[in-house]
């Protein structure tokens, strides 16, 4: 089985400061890792995933991530916030087998003040 | 390209009613989810199906919880009778069978039990 951890639950940060948001993960095989965004009375966006390759990965909005298998993280970061980025992200990883399917992290509350 | 659509957006009932959501997934997507999201928790797969067909539903309630999806394109998520702790978001969600990496996301029904 699979489980998903995000450490904060709540991140404040100021505009056009930095951030990160951190996601760890354990599961007895290997997974693929997303991140997904969920803005206020919306459903989830996809944000970024990695697949394999290159552990840094880009994603939309200027987000990007790095998967660590050694610490088993892929923490989400992005240089430079801005208002509109005020949002709920959820971490989700997903066996790369037929049938298996995503685990959700609980969430991180990222508020982006002027 | 439409997107997930889903109703009622928003629904409040007593606990021991009925109720049922409707998702109409992106056309041509093979694959539909159910989640459930509890404030504070992220989205939890209730019940997954392809096509016409049950893939995964070992989390779903089945002594008060259905669904279907008889032509293998919208479907219908029920409940009944409903618990207070039913009170949540109902997220449907739709994938292509060669991109199940890229779930896409309806904006959700929230459910109150009173």
């Known amino acids: 089985a699979q489980s998903v951890t995000q450490l904060d639950s709540q991140v404040p940060v100021f505009e056009e400061a930095p951030v990160e948001l951190r996601c760890n993960y354990s599961?007895?095989?290997?997974?693929?890792l997303f991140w997904y965004v969920q803005y206020p009375n919306q459903g989830l966006q996809l944000l970024l995933k990695y697949l394999s390759g290159s552990t840094l990965v880009k994603g939309i909005n200027g987000f990007e991530a790095e998967f660590n298998k050694s610490q088993t993280s892929f923490h989400l970061r992005k240089p430079s916030v801005h208002i509109s980025d005020t949002a709920e992200y959820f971490c989700a990883v997903r066996p790369p087998l037929i049938g298996q399917n995503f685990v959700f992290g609980p969430g991180t509350r990222l508020s982006v003040l002027p | 390209e439409a997107g997930v659509a889903q109703s009622p957006r928003y629904k409040i009932i007593e606990k021991r009613q009925s109720v049922a959501f409707w998702c109409n997934p992106i056309?041509?997507?093979?694959?539909l989810y159910w989640y459930q999201q509890i404030l504070g928790q992220g989205p939890k797969l209730l019940i997954q199906f392809q096509n016409n067909g049950v893939v995964d539903d070992s989390q779903l309630p089945k002594d008060r919880f259905s669904a279907e999806r008889l032509k293998g394109v919208d479907s219908t998520l029920k409940i009944q009778p409903a618990k207070l702790e039913d009170s949540a978001v109902y997220l449907c969600?739709?994938?292509?069978?060669?991109?199940?990496?890229?779930?896409?996301f309806g904006p959700g029904t929230r459910l109150t039990v009173l």
């Open positions: 056309s041509g997507h093979a694959t």
């Open positions: 599961s007895s095989v290997s997974v693929y």
């Open positions: 969600a739709s994938s292509s069978t060669d991109r199940v990496n890229e779930q896409f």
